[in-house]
């Protein structure tokens, strides 16, 4: 009884709580602001979030990371992980977070591995910088961690340059990578976006099935409307910097705004024909 | 009647690796065919060959009819243009648009420069405004119109289109797409879409071939491929990965 009340709060309490989340970039004609006041909660769940380029849904992952570039100003009445205001803590107490309890997946994994490390060692010195552990145990624990994310030689990929694998195999290392900390939160920047669809799909469900068994947070950044529905239990639509509208997932033929609405009737579909495609009639209220 | 391309067998070797190997199709004049598969799968290179950019290692390639003389002759090139997937990278960044547009007409010596720009631009969309801007002042969507407008200048009857719209974003696919159609009806023109997205392939093209590690899987109609009348598993696979997540 005792135990059961306990995982109810920590299920009901949220793990992330975003305020007016703001984000803005010097320019010559002032501050451009790339995000503008985004709010949300997140639990224990898949969170997708949707938009085309410069909607700032990226820095709004950025920002939750920590990983906003230095000339930026950002600011947010709370910016809350698991109870504690990011935006209080030191650039160190902040890295101890990074990686650790809170860790990022990005698109492409031909640009975001170090390609003068193999594989085997960028895995560990995610381990190394967060525990105390021996370079055996580290290197076990990477082998385990490779073998969780279906790579089926473990020891041969391990010794690898990330040129040496395939886009989906450094995908799969990098969530190898990210995953084995054991985060509570997990940012996937377009994941899958660099992957051909049949390889999309393979590291999607091992990306699901490993969310899903640790019992994370998962926010998922896409300009795939289709593929975050599928996979995400609700959806965050942002336009220009601001969220305008939350679906749940399975509803989203449902979705009122017609940003939303415009996204997902623009798409060419196999079985119909619209000629021409309707295409989006942008307002200027939207942005609002 | 001949039809408007033809490749016949072609094969092509890049050293000991088959790129392309034993592909045939054949698209008829005013038609729109399609050529789908993942990264690898040699539909690009298809493409590339078709233009001299890629050395065939065997097989032919007819337009009209007619076998293509190596290197290629300036008049296939006012017969044949192709437009690229990334229109970041297939445009001089320090050349405004009116030198890229003014380029393929001293090319061919072509006068009338002054008007035929203007129209090439107002037919994709772009007002007289957009003339003398540099590719870096334009979004995604406005660079390729004016890859387009570059490419019809010439009065081609064939287009090649190398994954025309899968560096932008949604809503500009959809205007870039429409822009496309409007030109193929206007002018009659024989399309070849490379794409990997099945849906954009079907949405354009009458026929299309689907490929697989440089080889022709299956040929079929979009009208077959939406009617789930498919032959092989690599199709269907590619259909299913089309719907999106799901989860087991």
């Keep these: 009884m005792g135990e059961s009340h306990a995982t109810d709060a920590r299920l009901s309490k949220p793990l992330l709580e975003v305020e007016d989340l703001r984000v803005s970039f010097p320019s010559r004609n002032g501050p451009v602001e790339a995000v503008r006041g985004v709010s949300f909660t997140l639990g224990r769940e898949r969170l997708g979030i949707v938009g085309e380029s410069g909607s700032g849904k990226s820095q709004t992952g950025r920002a939750i990371m920590g990983l906003t570039p230095p000339h930026a100003r950002i600011t947010a009445r709370r910016l809350a992980f698991a109870g504690t205001d990011l935006m209080q803590l030191s650039a160190r107490e902040r890295r101890s977070f990074r990686g650790e309890r809170i860790a990022m997946i990005l698109q492409d994994p031909k640009y975001s591995l170090n390609p003068v490390m193999t594989i085997g060692q ?142 997902i009737n623009c798409l060419p579909k196999i079985g119909e024909d619209r000629h021409p495609l309707p295409v989006l009639d942008r307002r200027p209220e939207w942005a609002e | 009647m001949t039809d408007a391309l033809a490749v016949n067998n072609l094969t092509i070797y890049f050293e000991d ?60 090139y006012r017969h044949v243009q192709m437009v690229f997937q990334d229109p970041y990278g297939s445009l001089h960044p320090r050349q405004t648009v009116d030198r890229t547009l003014a380029e393929p007409l001293a090319i061919h010596g072509i006068g009338d420069g002054e008007r035929r720009i203007a129209r090439a631009l107002d037919e994709v969309g772009l007002g007289k405004g957009f003339r003398f801007r540099y590719p870096h002042q334009l979004s995604g969507g406005q660079r390729q119109r004016v890859a387009i407008a570059r490419a019809l200048l010439l009065e081609p009857k064939v287009l090649l289109l190398d994954e025309p719209t899968s560096a932008l974003d949604a809503s500009v696919q959809a205007e870039v797409l429409n822009l496309l159609e409007q030109l193929r009806r206007e002018r009659q023109l024989t399309y070849v879409l490379v794409s990997h997205d099945l849906a954009v392939v079907t949405h354009m093209c009458e026929r299309l071939l689907v490929m697989q590690k440089g080889q022709a899987v299956e040929e079929l109609s979009a009208q077959a491929l939406a009617a789930r009348q498919i032959g092989t598993a690599y199709t269907r696979d590619l259909m299913a990965a089309s719907t999106g997540f799901k989860r087991e």
């Design chain 2, 17 to 76: 690796f088959a790129a392309v190997d034993d592909v045939s199709f054949n698209v008829s004049a005013g038609s729109s065919f399609g050529l789908v598969g993942e990264s690898g799968s040699g539909k690009s290179t298809v493409l590339r060959a078709i233009v001299g950019l890629a050395p065939s290692s065997g097989g032919e390639i007819l337009l009209d009819g007619k076998p293509l003389a190596t290197p290629r002759s300036k008049a296939f």
């Design chain 1, 122 to 263: 960028q895995i560990t010195e995610t381990l190394r910088a967060h525990s105390n552990v021996t370079r055996a145990v580290a290197r076990d624990r990477a082998l385990d961690m490779l073998e969780a994310v279906q790579i089926r030689d473990p020891a041969r990929i391990f010794g690898l340059y990330p040129h040496e694998v395939s886009g989906g195999m450094g995908q799969r290392a990098m969530i190898a990578m990210m995953l084995i900390a054991d985060p509570e939160l997990l940012i996937a920047d377009e994941p899958t976006s660099a992957l051909d669809v049949t390889v999309q799909l393979q590291v999607l469900a091992i990306l699901d099935r490993l969310v899903s068994e640790r019992g994370m947070g998962l926010i998922f950044i896409s300009h795939d409307l289709r593929l975050v529905s599928s996979f995400c239990d609700r959806v965050l639509v942002m336009y220009r910097g601001r969220i305008v509208e939350e679906v749940a997932a399975n509803r989203l033929n449902d979705a009122t705004h017609p940003y939303t609405r415009g996204l």
